[in-house]
């Protein structure tokens, strides 16, 4: 009774025995109506109703699901995930962070062999390889190499994990993107777990784990701080949602991409207003789209801001479940067992949304979005003329349209360059010229010559789970090239050029429908299967390249087939950064620039002087489709998946201790132990007000993650590059900091340090700022040690949308290294103001309108915040008292973006982590 208060545990007989499950179907006979619920709130009630235990899940949890209301809930629900999937750039902190656990429950003299996941935990290393090499047949191996001589530390660490803890499996590098090997392997759909059957859920400690929606599985991005939680058995608590239906009609044209059609919706619904809330497709357009669609759409949920974009299951879902090999039993078990439990899709719903967003799809053109937000939607007809005007908005850069030279250009280069890494045979000769007024840089290699310019293509990547993972786009990217090389174009020599797929399985039907070969003629070579360019591992410009960026100033672009173009990001050269399919990627990479009209102008010219226009080179729908059908088989999945976890040779020859402790090496400055826990005391000291409280940062609108905390490379003259030059490490063995996040030294350091990131309190670009007893500038690592030398708690000013972008826990870890206390924003993205909670720092938010200029606040003012030390809830007003040099006070108030109960005990005992930790000590006294 206690486990089933409202008796409605039910058994159903398959083909694959007999199990139990939860009846939605019962609740709907008892007069609760479940078929005007959305089926991802469905699935949120079985959740509750299967984990009742209360205590931690009540059944006020399960009303509030049960009486979803349209216009949103400030109630807050619980949701315990099946499983969680990570990769190693959130996985190796979050495995650090349970090591450290262990570590510190020995020094209290309990078992450490306690700390296991009790939920199975993915983990796939798909963010560390880099592209070094490309271009060439050896690409793929030598970056292969590379990731391991870079890597072998934190890799030995995770083996480590694979053998040390229960229910936790690690996928070696070189096999795939996490989010494209969770849609076509990980994901179940239904899940059986000691003879029960439910529906399979996930949270992810990445921000793209919506992709799996397109599956039917409700699954969303969180902090590695919440996903540690999780697996370590607490529920995650969110406000009840409120869900917005997506409603789609017509069919995709002809020319028009499923990446067009999410840069479509990735705009349409960051104007309309998602953040924090599910989104669910619906509508006849529906029909016409496929998982890799739907996926690709689900996928794109953080650049819009919801925190899904939920397909329900029907028949497109089985369809590719058996196309991708899931076993016919599987397959079936997905089918009954969601048709007996109102968790199946007919078309004939008549649901309650919040409200409903119309799009026409037949309407979608050819699209790009950028140069810094995903959601800047550009239609490509128009692309030239925006890309001119953002060049004069961003950079005063006058453009003048030369014919001559707009000809030149688009004929110039013909000969494929060496990878940067490799010697040159000669010094490149770079000259600066101006013509009517714009900036030409001329290099000579040998005897070749040819031109740069502001928007001259410097990275052209077709990568991230995003694309790689549909095959029609794939596809329709090699007969791009296919068509290309038969009228003898090729990539232009100043763009480097890469090829990243998500799994194996597309290098499969890639090389079987032999496209491989067209790609690699166009110079996209495989270079590795991973994140790579999308997550900042771009690697090295070509010198010449890169020289003539730097000395000459120039606004080079990147165009990439990625989710994420937040500035500084894909390379910290390349200023501008352009999301589009994999189709127009190699378009871009042969007329080189973007400053090209490509539906008027000619993309380049063939070997006769000829024009060839893109229409020359771009294949049909049914071309496509035809191909696809030729190519794809389950035996492709079969082969790729039944060897995931096998890893090269040089995995399986890593040596890994089998101890249950791990033993943290004080040199290493790859792996140390966290520091949050260390002799941790019994008590959660009691909540304090913040008093003459320093401004570290005053920043502006849309401050992501990336700027707070960057994954990509660093210099030696940073904080973190300084730091590990005194540790011995030369400059060239720096990797990323992405790589380095199980370090807490180089990841403290390079917090606030991305070096496209706008301090208000300083007139330079980078991570600096102005530490207000001395007036002296320095970088904000410096100014947060000196502040702590006198123990002065730190704020930090910003605007809207603080910490969009991706699940990154180091932005909210470095906040708190520093010593920051609170932000306070105007609005923050749903899973880095969770990780704030997570991690002691304290969120507030402006309300009425409220803003720093409004208010008058330069950031030299001290703050004193108080509320917070009594009787301190969710959501509460404080009193703000901000006092100026001269002595003026500006008062105000806030609200305490704490939005549940359980965040405030996460708050007060300084995190989750923390909260979990005292709790397993108090339960083991």
Not at 454 to 482: E, K, Q, Y
Not at 665 to 677: L, N, Q, V
Not at 825 to 839: D, K, P, T
Request: hydrophobic share 40%.
């Amino acid at each position: 009774m206690l486990k089933d208060p409202y008796q409605i545990k039910r058994l159903l007989t398959t083909k694959n025995g007999t199990f139990s499950y939860y009846s939605l179907a019962e609740l709907e006979k008892q007069g609760h109506k479940i078929n005007k619920l959305p089926f991802s709130i469905r699935i949120l009630l079985e959740n509750a109703l299967r984990n009742f235990d209360d205590f931690a899940i009540t059944k006020d949890n399960i009303e509030t699901i049960l009486q979803w209301n349209p216009l949103g809930s400030d109630k807050d629900i619980p949701f315990k995930p099946a499983r969680v999937l990570m990769q190693d750039f959130t996985g190796v902190p979050a495995v650090v962070d349970i090591a450290s656990l262990r570590s510190e429950i020995a020094r209290k003299n309990k078992n450490p062999n306690e700390i296991n996941p009790l939920i199975p935990v993915d983990l796939i290393i798909d963010h560390s390889v880099q592209v070094d090499y490309f271009g060439t047949e050896y690409s793929y191996a030598r970056n292969i190499d590379e990731e391991y001589k870079r890597n072998n530390e934190r890799y030995r660490f995770l083996k480590w994990a694979q053998r040390s803890f229960n229910n936790f499996s690690v996928v070696p590098p070189g096999m795939g993107i996490c989010h494209q090997v969770n849609l076509e392997y990980l994901s179940k759909g239904v899940i059986e777990r000691n003879g029960e059957i439910f529906p399979d859920t996930l949270v992810g400690t990445d921000s793209h784990t919506p992709m799996v929606n397109g599956i039917g599985v409700v699954a969303w991005g969180v902090g590695g701080i919440e996903a540690e939680a999780a697996l370590l058995g607490q529920p995650i608590y969110f406000i009840m949602p409120e869900v917005i239906g997506l409603r789609l009609t017509g069919n995709l044209p002809l020319g028009s991409t499923a990446t067009d059609l999410v840069l479509t919706i990735a705009s349409l619904l960051r104007k309309y207003g998602v953040v924090g809330k599910f989104v669910e497709v619906f509508g006849p357009g529906l029909d016409n789209l496929s998982v890799p669609d739907r996926a690709t759409i689900g996928n794109m949920s953080p650049e819009f801001g919801s925190t899904i974009t939920y397909f329900p299951v029907d028949d497109k879902t089985l369809e590719y479940m058996r196309r991708s090999n899931r076993s016919e039993e599987q397959v079936k078990l997905v089918e009954d067992y969601c048709k007996t439990n109102m968790l199946w899709r007919t078309g004939a719903e008549d649901i309650d949304y919040s409200d409903i967003v119309e799009l026409d799809i037949s309407m979608i053109e050819p699209s790009v979005a950028g140069p810094k937000r995903p959601q800047d939607k550009i239609l490509v007809k128009e692309f030239k003329s925006k890309f001119v005007e953002l060049l004069d908005e961003s950079y005063g850069r006058k453009y003048t349209e030369i014919k001559q030279l707009s000809r030149w250009m688009a004929e110039g280069g013909s000969q494929p360059i060496k990878p940067a890494s490799a010697e040159t045979d000669s010094e490149p000769d770079i000259e600066e010229t101006i013509v009517n007024g714009r900036k030409n840089v001329w290099i000579t290699i040998g005897e070749e010559s040819f031109m740069l310019s502001d928007g001259a293509v410097a990275i052209a990547a077709i990568t991230s789970c995003t694309n790689t993972s549909n095959p029609f786009v794939m596809i329709g990217a090699g007969l791009v090239a296919r068509k290309a090389r038969e009228h003898g174009l090729k990539t232009k020599p100043w763009v480097k050029t890469s090829l990243a797929p998500g799994s194996k399985v597309v290098t499969d039907y890639l090389e079987k429908a032999d496209l491989l070969d067209d790609l690699e003629a166009m110079q996209f070579h495989t270079v590795g299967y991973g994140c790579t360019s999308c997550i900042g591992n771009s690697g090295p410009l070509p010198a010449f390249v890169a020289k003539a960026i730097d000395e000459h100033d120039l606004v080079a672009v990147s165009v990439l087939s990625g989710n994420r173009n937040f500035e500084a990001r894909i390379h910290p050269q390349v200023r501008m950064n352009f999301l589009m399919s994999p189709m127009f990627v190699v378009a871009y990479a042969i007329a080189g620039r973007v400053d090209i009209d490509l539906i008027n102008e000619p993309i380049s010219f063939d070997p006769n002087r000829q024009p060839v226009y893109l229409k020359d080179i771009w294949p049909t729908d049914n071309e496509i489709n035809e191909l696809m059908g030729q190519v794809l088989s389950p035996l492709d999945f079969a082969k790729s998946y039944g060897e995931i976890f096998e890893g090269n040779e040089i995995w399986r020859n890593l040596t890994v201790p089998d101890d249950t402790l791990y033993e943290w090496d004080k040199s290493s400055t790859y792996i140390r132990e966290a520091p949050f826990f260390y002799n941790i005391s019994d008590k959660a000291e009691p909540l304090k007000d913040i008093h003459d409280a320093s401004v570290l940062l005053v920043l502006g609108d849309s401050i992501t993650t990336d700027h707070i905390s960057p994954a990509g490379q660093f210099n030696e003259l940073s904080a973190a590059g300084a730091y590990l030059i005194s540790q011995g490490v030369k400059k060239e063995d720096f990797n990323s900091y992405g790589s380095r996040r199980g370090n807490d030294e180089v990841m403290l350091r390079g917090t606030f340090a991305n070096v496209r990131i706008r301090n208000r309190l300083i007139q330079k670009e980078g991570g600096y700022t102005k530490h207000f007893p001395t007036g002296e500038e320095m970088t904000i690592y410096d100014a947060s040690v000196k502040y702590k030398q006198a123990k002065t708690p730190l704020l930090v000013l910003a605007g809207k949308e603080y910490g969009s972008g991706s699940s990154r826990d180091w932005a909210a870890k470095g906040a708190f290294l520093l010593g920051i206390k609170a932000i306070l924003a105007e609005s923050y993205e749903r899973i880095h103001r969770s990780n704030l909670v997570g991690m002691g720092v304290l969120p507030l938010q402006y309300e009425n309108g409220d803003n720093a200029e409004k208010l008058g606040l330069a950031g030299n003012e001290t703050f004193t915040i108080i509320g917070i030390s009594t009787n301190f809830k969710p959501l509460k007003k404080l009193d703000v008292i901000a006092r100026k040099e001269n002595g003026e006070e500006i008062k105000f108030k806030v609200i305490a973006r704490v939005d549940s109960k359980i965040e405030i005990e996460y708050y007060r005992h300084g995190g989750i982590l923390q909260y979990v930790l005292r709790q397993f000590l108090e339960k083991t006294n």
